[in-house]
């Protein structure tokens, strides 16, 4: 890590602008979610409001895991596995939706 004092200014100043970057991005969700001139699709609370938000959490994510985290500075087989946690995650959502979309299922949960 850091082995000298300049080297620890450096990451503490590192760090304050990664906060800030998440704090101003936590602001940006808040305000897309909340504030009519910045709404996209549909007047309210819509699919293309859903999806800038997932895509503001998904930037703030990739920032805790890189710089907090330390995976900038992994090998491979990390990445790998950091990867293939998404894939994974990405196909338990795509399921969920599926049984969401069978008819049978979506009856017998709501007893129509």
């Not at 009519?36 to 007047?43: H, I, K, N, T, V």
């Amino acid at each position: 890590m850091a082995d000298s004092p300049e080297a620890i200014k450096r990451h503490i100043k590192l760090y304050l602008l990664i906060g800030a970057t998440l704090f101003a991005c936590t602001l940006l969700t808040v305000a897309v979610a909340k504030f009519e001139f910045l709404d996209f699709g549909s007047r309210g609370f819509g699919t293309a409001d859903m999806v800038i938000g997932l895509l503001i959490a998904l930037f703030k994510a990739t920032l805790v895991a890189l710089i907090f985290m330390h995976l900038n500075h992994e090998k491979k087989m990390i990445y790998w596995f950091f990867g293939m946690g998404i894939v994974f995650g990405f196909f338990l959502i795509a399921l969920t939706g599926l049984a969401f979309s069978d008819p049978i299922y979506f009856e017998g949960f709501f007893g129509r």
